[in-house]
């Protein structure tokens, strides 16, 4: 019999006191006692992931491999090292038991038996209240602990400050790292100094050329570091602690990414913040002086021009760099997309030029409006590519000579399991024997079940194409009206809606259309991440 093991540990502490090869060595020793055979490779293990998540590298690669029927057996020490929630463990159990994979925990063997199946219910649910009250009073505990002075909110200290080696999160034993606070007060002068009046680039620019270290130990200073030591409240005084929340995540790091997993945070209101005093760097009055001119240079921001009107306008992506472009007119009448890898500000920091040509806004700006209104008035473009999407490489034809297959070999394991009992009763074959062939006649029926489901799903995603396909054409009608008397802010309101991103790469244009499928998506910009688009 072929079988793999899973193991997992949750936290360093635990890597470091080497329990994941404890748990190794006693699904080693099963197996050998059985007799079975563990090839290396199906060893899956997950060194300091969280059992409350299933995104974990060795559980994913199980998983795909469970599908590929590369095993019949998996073995695990007990129900929390394959997962902490109880919908977790019966959502792997079914989709593994779908494969014919069979899962068998040392701890707490399980059975088919419902007393068994109300056990492991039970003590899944008594780990998923454990982690949820164990998080629950570390959060509070935490929290007491800031109010009360006790905790740093840092788990790594920002420049111009040394956290204590034995005490990391004390901030009693907070220092001040001489060197770095000079580095923090000069820069707050430069910026604050009415006669000087640097700009961020060029505190950055200024550092980088007198040799100063930046904060991670490279040689060029950029722009989003200066600022962000001129926004730390932390060199008045007082470091804050909650002063964000963790939200599900809205939008994508990068434009040209996919959306994934993830958290953001959103600032908290002040009153909720709490104030944490540490070494003061710079005065309260010269930080105040810093944030005026921060909150004047953002309201004088060039992205804050009306002047110019750019139809594309934060929507256009380096086919090189795969940074996004700006809006940008050199001369009088001449407006350009430009890479932000091209910039000085961008150029202190990666120390080279993005090799891209300026694209010409009016052009492209035409070239894709015109593309988007060809795109409307088509809308069997839309739906031809929907379905393109939705039904890979499958024909009608090969869906059901799949289907009839399935339902052969069905029938094929149901007259095996009618010879089989047949057999027994002949007294061909002894009961321990009829058992086990029984059971792997199951286990494949199981298995093809799970292949049958996923092709009735194939089918029926066919189906809702053409109700999707109905919804955009009525879209397509409705965008059609005024497309060639819309106003500026108009065709821009269509542009954001319709389009999630443009990519340019030296006179190649890739234009990523997203259309909504619903009344609602029509209302609420692609960035948005709504789930009511393909």
Known sequence: ?????????????????????????????????????????????????????????????????????????????????????????????????????????????????????LVLQIRGAVAEYERTLIADRMRRGRLSKLRAGQLLPWTKAPYGYILDVERPRDPARLRVNEVEAAIVRQVFAWYTDPEQRLSLYAVAKRLSNDGVPTPSGG??????????????????????????????????????????PGESHRPRPREEWIPIPVPAIVSQEQFDQAQERLSLNRQLARRNNTQHEYLLRGLVSCGQCKLSCLGRSCHPGYSYYVCRGKTDALRASQGQRCPSRYAPAAALDELVWQDLCHLMTHPELITQALERAQS????????????????????????????????????????????????????????????????????????????????????????????EQATFAQRRQL????????????????????????????????????????
Request: charged share 25%.
């Open 219 to 260: 040689q060029r200073w950029n722009v989003a570091t200066i600022r962000g030591i001129l926004k730390n409240p932390a060199y008045t005084g007082t470091a804050y602690a909650n002063r964000t929340r963790t939200v599900p995540a809205r939008q994508r790091k990068s434009a040209l990414l996919p959306v994934g």
């Open 1 to 117: 019999m072929n079988v793999a093991v899973y193991v997992r540990v949750s936290t360093l502490r635990q890597q470091q006191a080497q329990t994941i090869e404890q748990q190794l060595e006693r699904l080693q020793a099963h197996i050998a006692a059985q007799g079975w055979h563990l090839a290396e490779e199906h060893i899956f293990r997950d060194d300091g992931y969280s059992g409350a998540k299933l995104n974990r590298p060795g559980l994913d690669s199980l998983r795909d491999q469970a599908a590929m029927a590369e095993f019949e057996l998996v073995l695990i020490t007990a129900p929390d090292r394959l997962a902490r929630k109880y919908v977790h463990q019966v959502l792997i159990l079914e989709e593994l038991e779908g494969h014919g994979c069979h899962i068998e925990f040392l701890d707490r063997p399980m059975s088919d038996d419902p007393h068994d199946q």
């Open 495 to 534: 542009v954001e809606l319709l389009i999630d991103r443009i990519i340019v790469d030296d006179g190649q244009v890739e234009i990523r259309y997203v259309i909504p499928t619903s009344e609602a998506g029509a209302q609420t910009r692609f960035c948005h991440l709504r789930k009511d688009y393909f």
């Open 392 to 483: 890979g490489e499958w024909l009608p034809q090969q869906l059901q000579a799949r289907h009839k297959t399935l339902k052969q070999a069905l029938a094929q394991l149901a007259r095996q399991d009618e010879r089989l009992l047949e057999a027994y009763l002949a007294e061909v074959i002894a009961l321990p024997e009829l058992e086990r062939k029984r059971q792997e006649i199951a286990r494949k029926h199981q298995a093809l079940q799970a292949q049958l489901r996923q092709l009735e799903a194939q089918v029926e995603k066919r189906i809702e194409v053409a109700a999707i396909a109905a919804s955009i054409g009525t879209f397509c009608q409705r965008a059609q009206q005024g497309l």
